[in-house]
Structure formats: C-alpha cells, structure tokens
C-alpha cells in the first residue's frame, strides 16, 4: 500500500503541470491513435530502462523490471483518468476516442513520476533506495537511458505548445549555434561540475561513454531524438522545411537535455555526493 501511494504521490508532483495544459487536451483528440501508440511504446522502453538502471542496484530480473514498467504505466493511466474525471475534462458526453486520446497522453509523464518515486524517494531503509549507492553503479548506457526518461519528462511539458515552433522559427543560425553550446556547456557543469548529490564522478578506467565530454554529447543527441520524436508526435514538422525542423529541434533540445541532466543526477545516490564533496571527482 506504501508503495502504492508513493507512486500515485510522485505520479502527481511529475504529472501536474501537463494535467492543466489545454494544448495536451486538444492534442489528444487530433493525434492519430497509431501516434499516440508510438509514444506509449517509447515511453514503456524508456521507462524498462530507467527500472533496469535502478534494478541494477536491487538485484531485479529482467522480468521484474518489466512488471515494474507496466506497473509503472498502469499506474500513471489510473492516475491520468482519475485526474481528468476530477477536473472535468472527461465527462459522460465525452467520446471514447477523445478520453482514451487524453488518459494515454497524460498517463506518460505521471507514468515516469511513478517510477521515479518507487525508485528515488522512498525511505532510506527501503531495500533498494536511491540513497544505498552512488551513481557510479550503472553503466553508461543505463545513465543514458535515465536521461532519456528525463528528456521525455521535460519535453512533453514544452512539445505541444507553440513556444518551440515560434522560437525555431524566428532565430537565425548563429543564435541557434549559440543555444546548442550553451545547452551543452550548461549540461556538462550540472552533471559533472557542480557538485550537486547525484553527480557523475569520474574514474579512471572508464569507459569511453562515461567522460564528461562524451557523455554529454551522447546525452544531447538523445535529447534531440527525444525532442524531434514529440515535434513530429504533435504535427508540428508536417509541411516544414528541413532548416525550420533543425530550428524547432534544437529549441525543444535546450528543455529536453536540462530533463536529460536531471534524469542523470537522480540516478546518483547520497555516496556519489559525498564523494563529490570529498573531491573524488577524479583521477
């Protein structure tokens, strides 16, 4: 039961802002449904491998980690329909098509909550909490699978507005340049340079995905998959030229790769921290 509210806890703290989104609402009765399939088969991947990075720690099978992720799903969809029957955006007058449109839609990111809170935010003498062991324990793919959890999670907030499309649009090359090295420089000091509990710490021996720079860059280029996976989800790269895609890529890039950092430093526990803090961040 404990874990049960938990995960409806975190599924709601993730989940809110895109609860009271018109766009989303709208958007989940446009979408084809073969679209809306594609995103929830994506979020489930993503969502395996956030369990598995966090499994690694807790000695789960590979079959307990999908149960975890359909577990993690269902929650979210449970938690999406019950939400929106609250606020009154699913009514008896509501179609079957546009209420199953809106429940998969928000049931993604509050699927992802879910996850986060059975895996990051239980109690320190949970089995398997976050806190038990640092960052360092999962390998570089896992990390990048977190980060595009994270990506995922930011992104969708953005993706069905405008914003993106218009702030693409109206910046010429080099501004656009300017925000792919500021997103990277930025990314780069959160995850490795500033400290924070969670944070990467380098070694020796690593592979060559787990250095800052590669890492990072490995990171950015799934946040802009990510990015260009929900731009094209919402329509919004139907019709447009190849410069105008790259444009509103790289503009829904900036929140997806701070999501993608956010995701990286939930991975670490309290010891990556501490020894962080202890000036173990390299050799």
Do not use: C
């Amino acid at each position: 039961m404990t874990d049960f509210v938990r995960a409806v806890g975190g599924g709601l703290l993730i989940g809110l802002p895109l609860l009271y989104t018109q766009e989303m609402w709208s958007h989940a009765f446009a979408l084809p449904g073969w679209k809306i399939v594609t995103l929830l088969a994506v979020a489930y991947a993503i969502l395996v491998g956030y369990n598995r990075a966090i499994g690694f720690r807790r000695d789960l099978s590979f079959r307990e980690v999908l149960i975890d992720s359909v577990e993690a799903l269902g929650i979210g969809i449970l938690v999406a329909f019950t939400a929106l029957l609250l606020l009154g955006r699913i009514e008896p007058g509501t179609s079957l098509r546009d209420a199953v449109g809106k429940v998969a839609l928000e049931g993604i990111v509050i699927s992802f909550g879910a996850a986060i809170a059975a895996g990051q935010l239980g109690a320190q003498n949970d089995e398997g909490s976050a806190g038990d062991e640092g960052n360092d324990d999962a390998d570089p793919f896992q990390r990048l699978y977190v980060a595009a959890g994270g990506a995922l999670i930011f992104a969708l907030n953005v993706a069905p507005t405008e914003e993106p499309v218009l702030i693409g649009i109206e910046s010429g090359p080099w501004l656009l340049l300017g925000v792919v090295i500021a997103t990277l420089l930025v990314t780069l000091g959160l995850v490795f340079y500033a400290d924070f509990r969670g944070g990467h710490t380098i070694t020796a021996g690593d592979t060559p995905l787990d250095h800052p720079v590669s890492e990072t860059l490995a990171a950015y280029a799934i946040s802009l998959a990510v990015s260009w996976l929900l731009l094209w989800a919402f329509g919004r790269l139907e019709g447009a030229s190849l410069a105008a895609i790259v444009a509103m890529t790289v503009a829904l890039g900036v929140v997806a790769s701070l999501g993608a950092a956010v995701g990286r430093l939930l991975l670490g526990g309290s010891e990556a921290g501490a020894g962080n803090a202890d000036g173990g961040q390299g050799s």
